[in-house]
């Protein structure tokens, strides 16, 4: 999971690039970078950290342009530590390549080897954005017949990179002196939505971004997502044209951008994050109920920030008071997204603080958005027992987590996953809760989707084992646990 914009407007862009990472920052806090293009001249700046702490006036004042584009990385392939890998990456041919990529491949292996027997390419990191980069500069470098660049080799390039490329990617790229490109895999997994304004010189001015607050905040109308397998070219005089490229598409979005990873303001796919979260608590409220029959609860909690609309829904439609025990410090990331267990570990008691005057001698039901490794949903359970609760009674608003996620979200392995191997009864133990509750599978398709019929499948390996992009057997698991850094 990475956060990624790309802007053309009418005036220098460093700016609107930087505000839009702000609020992409949920998506990732590991590194990020800027690069802009000035005429056929990119300038690009990239740091480990996250948004407000990489960037100095210095670097703001190099990246001149009025094209952009930006990341935030939350490290799913490679080293986090690594700045190298930090995104944007870049290639000096053809013409001069910036990219930026939100997902995962699955097929690193047999591409990296075909870069180099067969493409004659260098990678110089373990990113399989550098990857993704490469096949499309030399799908490109391949389809040039003529001396000048046009819409129709570029979207025959992202064919042909369709054709060759798997797993997840939703990729934003600047060409120099001709544009930006944006396009997505053939089954949509990881987000992106296209906005325009109009700028007061009357150009039209665009935005592709991971999520749709971003368009909202910059005042740009939102025109509508990047379809699965299509791709978007906008010169730098605002013209756009679009193209299917992928000869075999169906939208198939990952089912935790609305679970958790997308913030609750932001519509995907034409889905509102914040309905679902709401809908997913009505329906985690029914099977609580069918539960938890005989079961004292006087209070619903809820852990900050993504599971509040789901504790909210279960607290009325259980008729239970609903109270917020547990209070956030804002100054700390998102625990599930740091790199090492030691270190989520030590954060969740940075992060999260019990008030004692909420807990002590009452039942609880504590509803978190999902349980992933464990880690937190253990020291929250110690927390609330430690403020002095009667009982601990803790309600996931997703399915367990089984399987490995291979598309973007970094939950690799299976040793790692807390329900794989285990039953709801063993996985409560191990937690230290009195109750475990997880949403069903059924129960989670069921609230995301309804009432629209635009998405009728949801991308959720995780908690199925069924892997719907690239060649994801026991073989490919097995190498991807074996290979994964610590």
Not at 96 to 117: C, D, K, M, W, Y
Not at 407 to 429: C, Q, W
């Amino acid at each position: 999971m990475c956060g990624i914009v790309g802007i053309v407007s009418s005036e220098p862009v460093n700016q609107q690039v930087y505000d839009s990472l702000l609020l992409l920052q949920h998506r990732g806090q590991d590194s990020t970078g800027i690069a802009t293009v000035d005429g056929d001249r990119f300038h690009m700046v990239k740091a480990n950290g996250q948004v407000r702490e990489a960037y100095r006036t210095r670097d703001m004042r190099q990246l001149l342009g009025n094209v952009g584009l930006g990341h935030v990385r939350y490290a799913t392939r490679g080293s986090a530590a690594r700045e190298e890998e930090a995104q944007p990456f870049y290639v000096g041919a053809p013409y001069g390549i910036i990219l930026v990529h939100n997902g995962n491949l699955t097929n690193t292996r047999e591409l990296t080897a075909e870069l180099f027997n067969v493409d004659r390419r260098h990678l110089n990191t373990h990113s399989d954005t550098e990857l993704l980069l490469n096949v499309l500069a030399n799908e490109l470098q391949a389809g040039i017949t003529g001396l000048q660049l046009d819409d129709e080799q570029v979207f025959d390039a992202v064919a042909r990179v369709h054709e060759r490329v798997e797993g997840s990617y939703a990729a934003i790229a600047m060409i120099a002196g001709y544009g930006l490109l944006a396009f997505r895999d053939p089954f949509g997994i990881r987000p992106l939505v296209l906005g325009r304004r109009k700028a007061e010189n009357g150009q039209d001015e665009w935005v592709v971004a991971s999520e749709s607050l971003v368009l909202e905040s910059g005042g740009y109308e939102i025109v509508r997502d990047v379809e699965p397998g299509e791709a978007i070219m906008i010169s730098p005089d605002g013209s756009m044209k679009s193209r299917q490229c992928a000869a075999a598409r169906k939208l198939v979005p990952c089912a935790f951008e609305y679970i958790y990873l997308a913030r609750p303001d932001s519509v995907l796919d034409g889905i509102s994050v914040y309905d679902a979260r709401l809908r997913l608590g009505d329906v985690l409220a029914e099977e609580i109920a069918e539960q938890l029959q005989g079961v004292d609860v006087d209070v619903v909690m809820p852990i900050p920030d993504s599971a509040r609309p789901s504790a909210m829904q279960v607290a009325q439609k259980l008729g239970i008071e609903y109270r917020e025990g547990f209070f956030k410090n804002r100054y700390v990331g998102r625990t599930f997204i740091m790199p090492g267990q030691a270190v989520r570990k030590k954060s969740v008691r940075q992060k999260l603080n019990a008030m004692s005057t909420e807990f002590a001698g009452k039942n609880v039901l504590i509803v978190d958005d999902s349980i992933v490794r464990g880690t937190t949903s253990r020291e929250i359970v110690e927390m609330a027992r430690t403020a002095g609760a009667k009982s601990v009674i803790f309600a996931s608003a997703a399915p367990p987590v089984i399987y490995p996620h291979v598309y973007g979200i970094n939950m690799p392995t299976r040793s790692e996953l807390i329900a794989h191997g285990r039953t709801p009864a063993e996985i409560a133990e191990g937690l230290g809760a009195d109750h475990l509750i997880y949403l069903s599978v059924e129960g989670m398709n069921r609230a995301i989707l309804e009432g629209q019929d635009h998405v009728t499948e949801l991308e959720q390996s995780c908690f199925t084992g069924e892997y719907i992009a690239g060649n994801v057997d026991e073989e490919y698991l097995s190498w991807v646990e074996a290979t994964q850094e610590s």
